[in-house]
């Protein structure tokens, strides 16, 4: 999620929200809608009466010292959530951008849902912002009103008199800061959230405006507190020997050696394996290194990613479930004059987060105390709490920030959460850390799933295309998790065809299938989730078909765009930008792609050469909609950290299973990701719009690659169908 990332359809989640609930054991919360002030004594008294004066919701505490808290519902993983979501309040508190601080909230639905999935709080699919718009900006506003209250009641003035502008209310000669209204605004009644005014965007300060510093700048000076930073008295660091391959269970361990090496204060099994206490990392590491286990394969899964590939082709070749049906492919290509017919290919991808998984728990008879860079908070809850057999209250999740989560963090079934817990449950009352180590997650996590596509598509004798038909083979990211009730539709994972299924072309004759796989190993989303390969079979495709029409391949799209508008804006942005059809340098070739996902609208255009007989990616620019442009430069940092996690699995990231199941791969060395000096040049422009603002976390990773691969394509004249690239051609 994508990118991390949470990949959500927006319109059938609205009906299925209760059957979510009822699947995970039921929530129990309200809905938050604008802004929760129902709970505002009971969130009051959590805190101390010297750390909070004014507290007018959830959202927001104004202290005498004149320090504005954002509590932040969405975990800050890189992504620019504290800076995006305290904008919005400092906007229409007319704060000053120094006196605003972001905080972590804890894990509470009832008060920090994510109102685009109902009762449930979480952090993926790009929704943070989309979400948050109007609620955070109501939240300000309301405060606003009451310290304007406060303002007009000690001066004897009409409230709307009153000026209010960079954290200073004023009227006249009378100043004050908000740390000095602060104990008279407690005590104003709380406005009907629905009755303040927001600004209009004419008037916005702060919204739209570049140069604001980011909030999470503790990560420059080494005071931001990652789960890894993360100490308790009396902590220990637990350590897990898994499965060799996934699916064989634990037959049994030696640990004599382990028991008896410095710092190791205790082995134990778990369901997932066997876990090594000690006082610090090194010594839990050491520790497990010296234990002795065999494992019962017979239950494995034994493929290797050779024969996986084969028989997903094998599969492509047959009838799937019908997932989307316009016209006759079947009929239209047998009438077309010319017929393509590709099988794309895209391996298993790894997370690769630069702070690998870890969580710290304290487990006592009643109670479950959790910290970590928190992404699905209310399905953690719910998995913490069934594990242990107590109410979801009484699970407590303190959000701390997260060193990169790319979906990883997200896991439906809390893996790594439910390890650490499962140990802190042997261990009560001592605080528990669990580490994995980048080989754990490389070798043992949960992967980008692997898929092939077969697509043909017929033109008729003017070039036009008159039918496609595409089959899509891979496992099910749902499959198996409270999700898949309500994400799975009639046999189709929403996730695996999202990308294709929405394809904007206007094309008269088109069929989508899609064949799930069952088994395999551990899959799970990751960043931009189904757009991470259909984006590239399909604009792939409609490149090669431009080609073989003999028209311009920016010029062929935009014709077949025609009735989709914001798709035709980024395209011709980006291409303008990128001087296409203009004069390049010798041994160059620029590639086009334009993808829709998460409501956010993204064009790239990559310029490549040949060096020293490889390719190379010199430039990429791009185009984004994504809406209000809260904070510009946070979005172009994120297009500019997309192009470079795109063109990993574009260039050199691949999970490899050997002829017995085992990933060959374990850390950095061989699984390859882009370097900072194999990084392109990256130009970004945002499309102006007054449209409600999406997401920008993930949109900009799908047309990267097939940028790349159909620019390498004009430069060689040789396609290629299968990730990574041949970089030799």
Not at 663 to 691: G, T, W
């Amino acid at each position: 999620m994508r990118l991390m990332s949470l990949s959500m359809a927006t319109q059938e989640v609205a009906t299925s929200r209760r059957d979510f609930l009822k699947l995970i054991g039921g929530v129990g919360v309200g809905l938050t809608l604008g802004v929760s002030i129902t709970n505002q004594k009971a969130f009051a008294s959590e805190q101390s009466a010297s750390d909070v004066s004014f507290e007018p919701n959830a959202f927001v505490r104004i202290g005498s010292d004149n320090t504005v808290t954002v509590m932040i519902k969405h975990v800050e993983m890189g992504q620019g959530t504290y800076t995006g979501l305290t904008t919005l309040v400092a906007e229409e508190l007319d704060a000053a951008w120094e006196q605003m601080v972001p905080e972590g909230a804890p894990a509470d639905a009832s008060r920090y849902n994510n109102t685009l999935w109902g009762p449930m709080q979480g952090t993926g699919g790009s929704t943070a912002i989309a979400n948050s718009y109007m609620q955070l900006r109501t939240a300000g506003a309301v405060a606003k009103s009451m310290l304007v209250a406060a303002a007009a009641k000690k001066w004897g003035v009409n409230a709307d008199e009153i000026v209010v502008s960079s954290g200073v209310v004023s009227h006249g000669n009378k100043q004050a800061s908000f740390g000095d209204l602060a104990e008279e605004a407690a005590k104003m009644p709380v406005p009907d959230p629905s009755t303040v005014s927001l600004k209009s965007p004419d008037d916005f300060t702060l919204i739209g405006k570049t140069k604001l510093s980011r909030k999470d700048t503790g990560k420059n000076n080494g005071t931001a507190i990652f789960t890894q930073d993360f100490k308790l008295p009396d902590m220990l660091t637990a350590m897990v020997l898994h499965a060799p391959k996934f699916g064989a269970t634990l037959k049994s361990v030696d640990s004599k050696s382990a028991k008896a090496s410095p710092g190791v204060v205790d082995v134990i099994t778990i369901p997932t394996g066997v876990a090594v206490l000690a006082t610090d990392y090194w010594s839990a590491k050491k520790g497990r290194d010296l234990l002795v286990a065999s494992w019962d394969e017979s239950k494995a899964f034994k493929k290797s990613s050779v024969q996986i590939m084969e028989e997903y082709t094998e599969l492509s070749k047959k009838p799937g479930l019908p997932t989307r049906i316009d016209g006759d492919a079947v009929k239209a290509l047998e009438s077309s004059d010319v017929v393509i017919d590709n099988t794309y290919e895209f391996p298993f991808l790894a997370h690769a987060t630069m702070e690998p998984m870890n969580c710290v728990a304290q487990v006592s008879d009643d109670a479950c105390t959790v910290w970590n860079g928190e992404q699905l908070q209310t399905v953690d809850q719910m998995n913490i709490a069934n594990l242990l057999g107590i109410k979801p209250e009484q699970v407590t999740i303190n959000m701390l920030l997260a060193g990169g989560s790319f979906g990883r963090r997200a896991n439906p079934r809390s893996d790594y959460l439910l390890e650490t817990v499962e140990i802190a449950k042997q261990k009560k009352g001592t605080p528990i850390k669990l580490v994995w180590s980048r080989e754990d997650d490389t070798r043992a996590g949960y992967f980008r799933p692997a898929y092939v596509h077969r697509v043909k598509a017929g033109l008729d004798a003017d070039g036009n295309i008159n039918a496609w038909q595409q089959h899509i083979v891979g496992q099910s990211i749902l499959h198996g998790t409270a999700f898949e009730a309500f994400m799975v539709k009639d046999g189709i994972d929403a996730t695996s065809v999202e990308g294709a299924s929405n394809n904007p072309y206007d094309i008269a004759n088109l069929s989508l299938e899609l064949t799930t796989v069952k088994e395999g190993p551990t899959v799970q989303w990751w960043r931009s989730v189904g757009s991470t390969h259909t984006a590239f079979a399909v604009e792939t495709m409609i490149d090669e078909l431009a080609v073989k029409a003999g028209k311009d391949p920016v010029e062929y799209r935009m014709k077949l765009l025609q009735k989709h508008p914001r798709w035709q804006g980024v395209l011709k942005l980006a291409s303008e930008k990128a001087g296409w059809g203009k004069s390049l340098p010798e041994g160059s070739a620029l590639g086009v792609a334009v993808h829709e996902s998460f409501a956010t609208y993204v064009a790239q255009v990559a310029q490549v050469s040949m060096k020293n007989g490889m390719l190379s990616v010199d430039k990429v620019v791009c185009a984004v909609d994504c809406g209000v442009a809260i904070n510009p430069d946070v979005i172009k940092a994120q297009m500019e950290g997309s192009v470079g996690f795109g063109l990993s699995p574009t260039l050199m990231s691949t999970i490899t299973l050997d002829d017995g199941g085992a990933v060959n791969q374990s850390n950095f060395h061989d699984y390859q990701v882009l370097r900072i000096n194999q990084m392109p040049e990256v130009e970004v422009h945002i499309v102006p719009s007054a449209e409600a603002p999406t997401g920008v976390g993930e949109p900009g990773v799908p047309p990267v690659a097939p940028a790349v691969a159909n620019a390498f394509a004009a430069l060689t004249g040789k396609r290629q169908h299968v990730l990574p690239l041949n970089l030799k051609g």
